[in-house]
């Protein structure tokens, strides 16, 4: 079967095309991605950020949202340059509040312990108790802690879990009155 005709050619410099322009032009059609859930969803893109910001009753400019010093004086239908400011309607106030709900949740606790350090103090706790020298000459003690660093990732684990923490050395000492 013969080749496709040209493919073989080889190709030449387009001169009449300006790279920086090509460049710039595509930089400027990619739009960044927009973090936020809510703004994305409600985002215009035929309309400029200042209208989409104002039309969702953000700010585009923190200093004219909250006016310091002279500026604060002057009444709100003029700026500081004698212009008369656009008063632009709030058309998705849904933005706004979801973001405010959103804010006044209660902040997840993202940080955690792994799995093998917390079978490892429970490991030492329930061995040893509170003898940290004991805990440091045990044979499941791999990295070879000192007492002080299996003390400090004791606390650790208090810290992070001080329900749990109370509870696992309470069913010790219920086992020891147990047991005697």
Same mark, same amino acid.
């Given at each position: 079967?013969?080749?496709?005709?040209?493919?073989?050619?080889?190709?030449?410099? !387009?001169?009449?095309?300006?790279?920086?322009?090509? @460049?710039?032009?595509?930089?400027?059609? !990619? !739009?960044?991605?927009?973090?936020? #859930?809510?703004?994305?969803?409600?985002?215009?893109?035929? /309309?400029?950020?200042?209208?989409?910001?104002?039309?969702?009753?953000?700010?585009?400019?923190?200093?004219?949202?909250?006016?310091?010093?002279?500026?604060?004086?002057?009444?709100?239908?003029?700026? %500081?340059?004698?212009?008369?400011?656009?008063?632009?309607?709030?058309?998705?106030? =849904?933005?706004?509040?979801?973001?405010?709900?959103?804010? %006044?949740?209660?902040?997840?606790? %993202?940080?955690?312990?792994?799995?093998?350090?917390?079978? =490892?103090?429970? @490991?030492?706790? $329930?061995?040893?108790?509170?003898?940290?020298?004991?805990? !440091?000459?045990?044979?499941?003690? @791999?990295?070879?802690?000192?007492?002080?660093?299996?003390? %400090? /990732?004791?606390?650790?684990?208090?810290?992070? @879990?001080?329900?749990?923490?109370?509870?696992?050395?309470? #069913?010790? /000492?219920?086992?020891?009155?147990?047991? $005697?």
């Amino acid at each position: 079967m013969p080749k496709a005709k040209g493919k073989n050619r080889r190709q030449k410099f !387009a001169y009449g095309v300006n790279r920086k322009r090509l @460049y710039r032009n595509a930089r400027r059609k !990619a !739009a960044p991605r927009i973090e936020c #859930s809510h703004i994305r969803h409600a985002w215009d893109a035929t /309309k400029s950020v200042a209208q989409n910001l104002a039309e969702m009753g953000l700010a585009g400019d923190p200093n004219r949202a909250v006016p310091i010093g002279k500026r604060r004086l002057q009444s709100t239908e003029t700026d %500081s340059d004698g212009q008369q400011q656009e008063k632009m309607l709030v058309r998705k106030p =849904y933005v706004l509040s979801e973001m405010e709900f959103e804010a %006044s949740l209660p902040e997840k606790k %993202s940080n955690t312990l792994s799995k093998d350090l917390i079978d =490892y103090v429970r @490991y030492m706790i $329930q061995n040893h108790g509170e003898n940290y020298k004991e805990m !440091a000459r045990d044979e499941k003690n @791999y990295y070879q802690d000192t007492p002080k660093q299996i003390k %400090s /990732k004791i606390n650790v684990y208090k810290n992070f @879990y001080p329900e749990e923490y109370r509870d696992f050395v309470a #069913s010790l /000492k219920q086992e020891k009155m147990d047991v $005697q």
